[in-house]
């Protein structure tokens, strides 16, 4: 096995740990979201994610993710909300002002 060789299998198995973690991430994402909604009587529309970079977190480096989500308060309306999280760790949830459905 020659140096390209080593390179080549650090390169694929980075790349597999970097696919693996951020599908563990958006997995989060959605079930954290899926109870959100649920506790506040919201419906989940759609999640989506805005972006991903390396970030140091408590002295730890990991991924810092936006995901945007849509939900609807009362099922004729749709509104956009944000997820901020590190690595798993849910920093902040924004949603705009919504109609709150009595029912």
Not at 87 to 96: A, D
């Amino acid at each position: 096995m020659n140096l390209f060789d080593v390179l080549l299998l650090v390169l694929l198995c980075a790349g597999a740990a970097f696919f693996w973690r951020i599908r563990t991430i958006s997995e989060c994402a959605n079930q954290y979201l899926q109870r959100y909604c649920e506790q506040q009587r919201l419906q989940l529309v759609s999640v989506a994610r805005k972006t991903t970079r390396p970030m140091l977190y408590r002295g730890k480096l990991d991924w810092r993710s936006e995901f945007l989500f849509e939900f609807s308060s009362t099922g004729d309306d749709c509104y956009q909300g944000t997820l901020l999280l590190n690595g798993l760790t849910v920093i902040k949830t924004e949603t705009p002002p919504h109609r709150i459905n009595t029912h």
